[in-house]
């Protein structure tokens, strides 16, 4: 049995699935979806004030399963990348005007970010927009 994390709670269950897949000798695919997830605006996940709790530790969450990913499948490492990179770069870009209310959480996302960006390696990213915040942040992100 593999046990939830317990520090990790925002991408839990992704990092949870990643781990048993890792465990797995073989894999069934079914056809049917079995899954179903639902978005709810009005949930308790999607406030703001919670989602200011929740952001750090998804990052966290993003850490660890790039360290898993990176020694199981490439592929699937760079896709994870992209996605981990994207969600942190669009968060500090949507804090950017309001940066002077909540400086903390402002500069703690831009050394998130600056420490993603170390991790990074070419070919890593697709899109012309991430591809050049990601050098910026390699030249910049100690600041």
């Not at 949870?16 to 997830?37: C, G, N």
């Not at 991790?119 to 990601?134: C, E, N, S, V």
Request: glycine share 4%; charged share 25%; aromatic share 20%.
């Amino acid at each position: 049995m593999i046990p939830f994390q317990e520090q990790i709670f925002t991408y839990e269950d992704k990092l949870w699935t990643i781990e048993v897949m890792q465990k797995l000798s073989r894999v069934v695919l079914l056809p049917d979806i079995l899954y179903e997830y639902r978005f709810l605006p009005e949930s308790i996940t999607q406030s703001a004030e919670i989602w200011k709790r929740r952001q750090f530790n998804a990052y966290d969450a993003y850490d660890l399963i790039l360290d898993r990913l990176r020694l199981y499948s490439k592929q699937a490492y760079r896709g994870a990348v992209r996605f981990y990179f994207a969600f942190c770069y669009t968060d500090l870009k949507n804090m950017y005007l309001y940066w002077r209310d909540d400086h903390s959480r402002f500069h703690n996302t831009w050394r998130r970010l600056g420490k993603l960006s170390r991790r990074i390696r070419p070919g890593d990213l697709r899109h012309g927009k991430y591809y050049l915040a990601w050098l910026f942040f390699l030249l910049f992100g100690w600041l």
